[in-house]
């Protein structure tokens, strides 16, 4: 699925986020999010899930020919980030349940597939709560690379994961990419080595 922005811009009381951005990030690309903490990219994220609502300019979804209303993207979309809230008074195989019954997962995975990919069947019946933040990440993960969407929007994604973890997610989303529009935001290369395409969010800032 396409993602085209148009003169996007973003700004919270008088101060732009970002500004003047006009891209359009083609089916099945890869895209890395560019730029130092605190410079606007996951602001950027949000704005292309259409969970954050420009200040101006457009973003818009093509799938072929068609447009797919920004009402409906949230369905095709698998979406992590650090920030992002998991159910914590479930258990870890009663959040995939519960997940899947709004997105449903890849042809050829379902909950213990997932459970066995995560290594986590020992930990099938702990509350979410308990995980580790380096095992929280990986649920997360999980639920947004292991859905059926067609756009792969991934915020700083080896936040908390070890060494070996770095490893496992990149081995996830090798695996399990399947062609989808990719969207990482990160200033670790390690998290984006895979993207053929950079977008410097610096280049989109107001200088006073």
């Given at each position: 699925?396409?993602?085209?922005?148009?003169?996007?811009?973003?700004?919270?009381?008088?101060?732009?986020?970002?500004?003047?951005?006009?891209?359009?990030?083609?089916?099945?690309?890869?895209?890395?999010?560019?730029?130092?903490?605190?410079?606007?990219?996951?602001?950027?994220?949000?704005?292309?899930?259409?969970?954050?609502?420009?200040?101006?300019?457009?973003?818009?979804?093509?799938?072929?020919?068609?447009?797919?209303?920004?009402?409906?993207?949230?369905?095709?979309?698998?979406?992590?980030?650090?920030?992002?809230?998991?159910?914590?008074?479930?258990?870890?195989?009663?959040?995939?349940?519960?997940?899947?019954?709004?997105?449903?997962?890849?042809?050829g995975l379902d909950v213990d597939s997932c459970l066995a990919y995560l290594?986590?069947?020992r930990h099938r019946d702990k509350a979410v709560k308990s995980l580790s933040?380096?095992?929280?990440?990986?649920?997360?993960?999980?639920?947004?690379?292991?859905?059926?969407?067609?756009?792969?929007?991934?915020?700083?994604?080896?936040?908390?994961?070890d060494s070996e973890g770095v490893q496992w997610y990149h081995r996830l989303?090798?695996?399990?990419?399947?062609?989808?529009?990719?969207?990482?935001?990160?200033?670790?290369?390690?998290?984006?080595?895979?993207?053929?395409?950079?977008?410097?969010?610096?280049?989109?800032?107001?200088?006073?």
């Amino acid at each position: 699925m396409k993602i085209s922005l148009h003169n996007a811009g973003k700004r919270y009381n008088r101060e732009w986020i970002f500004r003047g951005l006009t891209n359009e990030l083609e089916a099945g690309g890869s895209y890395a999010l560019l730029g130092p903490n605190g410079s606007g990219k996951s602001t950027l994220l949000k704005a292309l899930s259409a969970y954050l609502r420009l200040s101006e300019g457009t973003v818009s979804y093509h799938d072929g020919d068609n447009e797919v209303d920004n009402e409906h993207i949230a369905r095709h979309i698998g979406f992590s980030a650090p920030y992002m809230e998991l159910i914590e008074e479930l258990s870890v195989r009663e959040h995939l349940f519960f997940h899947q019954r709004f997105k449903p997962f890849l042809e050829g995975l379902d909950v213990d597939s997932c459970l066995a990919y995560l290594g986590f069947e020992r930990h099938r019946d702990k509350a979410v709560k308990s995980l580790s933040s380096g095992m929280k990440q990986r649920l997360k993960l999980m639920l947004a690379i292991g859905s059926r969407s067609r756009i792969l929007l991934l915020d700083e994604p080896a936040t908390n994961l070890d060494s070996e973890g770095v490893q496992w997610y990149h081995r996830l989303l090798s695996r399990y990419r399947n062609g989808r529009t990719l969207v990482i935001a990160s200033n670790r290369e390690d998290e984006y080595v895979m993207c053929k395409h950079y977008i410097q969010i610096e280049d989109y800032k107001v200088r006073k």
